[in-house]
């Protein structure tokens, strides 16, 4: 019987400095080059991501963008991929009607890029931009026409909570919102991608993919819910919200313990996991 697990990054398997310790590194590693089926699901970029993990070498997939895409945590390599149809750019335009400041993510000439209008931002999202500016896929411009080029594939907000609820409430059908506080600066995002597109159609594509019967996660939000109800066993770190706790399997150690590496540890190595 194979089995895949799958953790959440941010609050579950990074620290709260936002970086994975030695010893998450060191048992990840070790697990996986002796056959574990291991992945982790994160909101973030695949460039953003392999940072904070720069320490886990392992070759494994990695599920980014909240399920956007999967892809390969040494090469890179595009596994699998969701992006919007034609119409989400009438979305973007109705956004900046409203006096908001869309970043556009989108492949652009067959580039990742992280697309806003440097003139337009406010000053949350442009904070935000700003810790991106050395990233490869920075792409401040100045034209409407340049912010929805290319291949869309995420659309992020960061703004007052009274602005973007109406578009949470409009959009939330038709496509796979997020509407939620960042755990780390307390602002108000707003985050959209395609309906397709969540962490729990990623870990299902990518169960099918290598052929595993069970599943089992980990995870400390709300945006975990959806890959706990689809496990066979699912497990909520020690500072995860009551809302997961309540349909955990068990609860583990807190992420600054090194909990989910600690659990796998204890579980599955000696175990036969070939």
């Not at 080059?33 to 991501?49: K, Q």
Request: aromatic share 12%; with cysteine; proline share 2%.
């Amino acid at each position: 019987m194979k089995t895949l697990y799958v953790s959440d990054l941010d609050g579950t398997l990074l620290r709260t400095n936002q970086k994975t310790s030695d010893f998450t590194n060191k048992i990840i590693n070790e697990l996986v080059e002796e056959g574990l089926l291991f992945s982790y699901a994160t909101a973030r970029s695949y460039n953003t991501s392999h940072k904070v993990t720069e320490g886990m070498t392992a070759d494994f997939p990695l599920i980014v963008y909240n399920g956007v895409f999967v892809r390969d945590n040494a090469s890179g390599e595009m596994l699998l991929k969701n992006f919007f149809d034609e119409e989400i750019k009438e979305v973007v335009l109705e956004l900046i009607e409203y006096d908001l400041s869309p970043i556009v993510y989108a492949y652009v000439d067959g580039v990742e890029r992280f697309t806003f209008n440097i003139d337009e931002v406010n000053d949350a999202t442009l904070e935000f931009a700003l810790t991106r500016k050395n990233d490869s896929r920075y792409r401040p411009i100045k034209s409407l026409e340049e912010l929805i080029a290319g291949e869309i594939f995420y659309l992020t907000l960061i703004d007052d909570e009274s602005k973007l609820k109406p578009f949470y409430d409009k959009y939330k059908d038709k496509y796979h919102c997020f509407f939620q506080k960042d755990m780390y600066t307390g602002n108000q995002w707003l985050e959209i991608i395609p309906k397709n597109a969540s962490k729990a159609n990623a870990i299902k594509q990518l169960k099918d993919m290598l052929n595993c019967d069970r599943l089992v996660v980990f995870g400390d939000g709300v945006n975990d819910i959806d890959m706990f109800e689809i496990a066979d066993e699912a497990y909520a770190v020690e500072n995860a919200v009551d809302e997961l706790k309540e349909i955990a399997t068990g609860v583990i150690a807190c992420n600054d313990e090194d909990g989910v590496a600690k659990w796998l540890y204890e579980r599955v190595k000696g175990e036969s996991i070939k």
